[in-house]
C-alpha cells in the first residue's frame, strides 16, 4: 500500500490522542470571599443598555490561559515538553459579581517613571467603571503612593478625562519614595475606598504586594490590582507591557537620525542610548526594525573597548570600510566598566533604587579619547543622542492605546468579581489574571541564548565580545 504522507500521519495521531496532555497547575487567585461573607450579584452588564450578553459573552471560572503555548510533540503525539503546564485565570467580565456598583469606591494611582499610555488607563479605568459598571465614585490619588495620606484625592467622571488618552505622562502626576504602609492602607481605609487600582513598575508591585497583604491582614473589604508599567517591557509572564511598542517606534527614529548624522560625517559614528536598565529588549527591537545599526549593546551581555574582539577595533574596521558607523547602547549596559566615585557608588534615588551613570556620555568621551590616540590628524565626529524623555513623554500609539483599554476592562472585571492581588496582561494573546507576588518576581530579560539576539548579531557583524574574550585569554 502507499505510505501516508507525514502530515497526514502526525494528524491521525493528534486525533487519537487529543487529551493526552502534560498535567496542569492552576495559578489560583485571592478572593475576597476567602475572608468576607460572600454576596455575589448578577453583573449589572445584564441590563446595560449598549451590551447585550450572549452565552459567550462572560468568562467562567474553568476558563484558563495557558502559559507555553509552543510545545515539543513525541512521537505518540502527546507532549513532551514542557512535561508539566502553568495555567492563569482567563481575563474577563463574571456573570456574577461580588461589589454592588452603588458601594463600590475606587481609588486609581500612578507611581514610577513615565511610559507612553498611563493616561490612556486612567481614561479607561474611569470610563470603564462608569459606563459598564455604573460605578460613580472614581477618585485619582496625586503624586504616586504617598498622596495617599498627603493629598486630598480628586473626584474623576468620564467627562473630564475623555481625551487623556492623546496626552503623553500622566494627568495624576508620580513620584518616588514616600511608601508609608500603615499611613497608605490607613487613608484607603478612612477614604472608603473598596477598589485600588495601582499602575507602576516593578518597585510599585512590590509596594502593592504589601498593601494587598496588609490589606487581608486587616480584613478589610478592598481589591488590590497592579497594572504593569514598564517601559523596558522587563516584566515577567505577561508578553509585553503597555508602552513598548510607542518606545521601540521612537527609538528608531532617533537611530534615523543618529545614522544621518553618522553618514554625513567624515569618520562619524552615531550613538544613541535607550532605555532599559536591567534588560535590553528596547534596544534589541529599534536594532532589528532599523537595520541602520552596526552594534547593540545590552545589559544581558558584556562588551569591552580595548584589545582584540574589542569594541575600538570593531569600530576602526567599521569606519575604513564605510565611513561612518552607528552604535546603540541600553542604558544599563557597560555600568561596570564606568569607574564610579565613592559618591557615586553610594548615590540612590529617592525609591532606593541604585542611580545609573551614563553610558552614552561616558562611551563618547572613550572614543574621542581613542581616535585622538590613533588618529590624531584625522576627522572623527560622535554624535551622541539620548532620546529617554521624549520616548517617555509622548502618548502611546495606536496598538498600545488598544492595550491600555483592554487592560484596564479586565482590570476592571477581575476586581469587581471580587479577585485581589492580582495583575492583568495578556498571555499568549489571551489575557489572564496573574497573582501580583509572581509578577513582582518575575523578570523577562533578553535570552542571548536564542535565535532573536544571533539574528541582531547578524545584521549588525558585530563581535561576539563573550567568545572575543574567552578565545583573548
Ligand atoms: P520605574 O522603575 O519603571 O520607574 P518603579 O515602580 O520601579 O517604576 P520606583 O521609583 O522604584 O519605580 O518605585 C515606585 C514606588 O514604589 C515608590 O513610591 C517606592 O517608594 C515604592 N517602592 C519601591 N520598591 C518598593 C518595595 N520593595 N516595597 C514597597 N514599596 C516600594
Ligand atoms: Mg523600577
Not at 485571592?30 to 460572600?38: A, I
Not at 450578553?53 to 513525541?74: E, I, K
Not at 508599567?229 to 508578553?239: A, C
Amino acid at each position: 500500500g502507499q505510505n501516508p504522507q507525514p502530515e497526514q500521519e502526525l494528524h491521525d495521531h493528534l486525533d487519537d490522542h487529543a487529551f493526552s496532555l502534560s498535567p496542569i497547575t492552576l495559578k489560583k487567585l485571592p478572593h475576597l470571599s476567602d475572608y468576607l461573607q460572600d454576596l455575589q450579584g448578577p453583573n449589572p452588564l445584564d441590563h446595560n443598555p449598549f451590551f447585550h450578553p450572549s452565552d459567550g459573552f462572560y468568562v467562567n471560572s474553568s476558563d484558563v490561559v495557558l502559559r507555553q503555548v509552543a510545545c515539543r510533540l513525541s512521537p505518540s503525539g502527546t507532549i513532551a515538553s514542557p512535561s508539566h503546564h502553568l495555567a492563569y485565570i482567563r481575563a474577563g467580565p463574571r456573570k456574577q459579581i461580588f461589589f454592588d456598583h452603588c458601594a463600590t469606591r475606587a481609588a486609581i494611582v500612578t507611581c514610577g517613571g513615565l511610559c507612553p499610555g498611563m493616561n490612556t488607563v486612567i481614561r479607561e479605568l474611569v470610563v470603564g467603571l462608569w459606563d459598564l459598571y455604573g460605578v460613580r465614585q472614581i477618585y485619582g490619588i496625586k503624586a504616586g503612593y504617598r498622596g495617599f495620606y498627603s493629598i486630598h484625592p480628586i473626584e474623576l467622571n468620564p467627562k473630564m478625562v475623555h481625551n487623556w488618552h492623546r496626552r503623553g505622562g500622566t494627568v495624576l502626576e508620580t513620584s518616588r519614595g514616600g511608601f508609608d504602609l500603615t499611613k497608605i492602607v490607613d487613608a484607603i481605609e478612612n477614604h472608603g475606598f473598596n477598589q485600588v487600582y495601582i499602575i507602576g513598575g516593578d518597585g510599585t508591585m512590590r509596594g502593592a504586594v504589601k498593601i494587598f497583604e496588609e490589606v487581608r491582614r486587616r480584613k478589610l473589604e478592598v481589591g488590590v490590582t497592579g497594572i504593569p508599567k514598564t517601559v523596558d517591557n522587563d516584566v515577567g509572564i505577561i508578553d509585553r507591557s503597555f508602552g513598548f511598542q510607542t518606545a521601540v517606534e521612537m527609538a528608531e527614529q532617533a537611530i534615523h537620525a543618529a545614522h544621518v548624522e553618522a553618514e554625513s560625517a567624515v569618520n562619524g559614528i552615531g550613538l544613541v542610548k535607550l532605555m532599559g536598565r536591567s534588560t535590553g529588549h528596547i534596544a534589541l527591537h529599534a536594532t532589528l526594525s532599523s537595520r541602520d545599526v552596526d552594534c547593540c549593546l545590552i545589559p544581558e551581555t558584556e562588551f569591552y573597548l580595548e584589545g582584540k574582539g574589542g569594541l575600538l577595533e570593531f569600530l576602526e574596521q567599521r569606519l575604513k570600510e564605510r565611513g561612518h558607523a552607528v552604535v546603540v547602547v541600553a542604558e544599563g549596559a557597560g555600568q561596570d566598566l564606568i569607574r564610579r566615585t565613592t559618591a557615586q557608588k553610594e548615590e540612590r534615588d529617592e525609591s532606593g533604587n541604585m542611580v545609573f551613570l551614563d553610558v552614552g556620555a561616558w562611551l563618547k568621551t572613550e572614543l574621542k579619547k581613542w581616535w585622538d590616540r590613533e588618529h590624531p590628524h584625522e576627522l572623527f565626529t560622535v554624535k551622541y543622542i539620548d532620546p529617554t524623555y521624549m520616548i517617555r513623554a509622548v502618548p502611546a500609539n495606536a496598538t498600545d492605546n488598544l492595550y491600555c483599554t483592554l487592560v484596564a476592562h479586565s482590570a476592571i472585571h477581575g476586581l469587581m468579581a471580587g479577585y485581589t492581588g492580582f495583575v492583568t496582561g495578556p498571555i499568549n494573546g489571551n489575557h489572564a489574571y496573574i497573582p501580583l507576588a509572581d509578577v513582582a518576581q518575575a523578570k523577562n530579560e533578553v535570552n542571548i541564548k536564542d535565535h532573536k539576539w544571533e539574528w541582531v548579531r547578524s545584521i549588525t557583524n558585530q563581535p561576539d565580545f563573550v567568545k572575543s574574550k574567552q578565545n583573548s585569554v
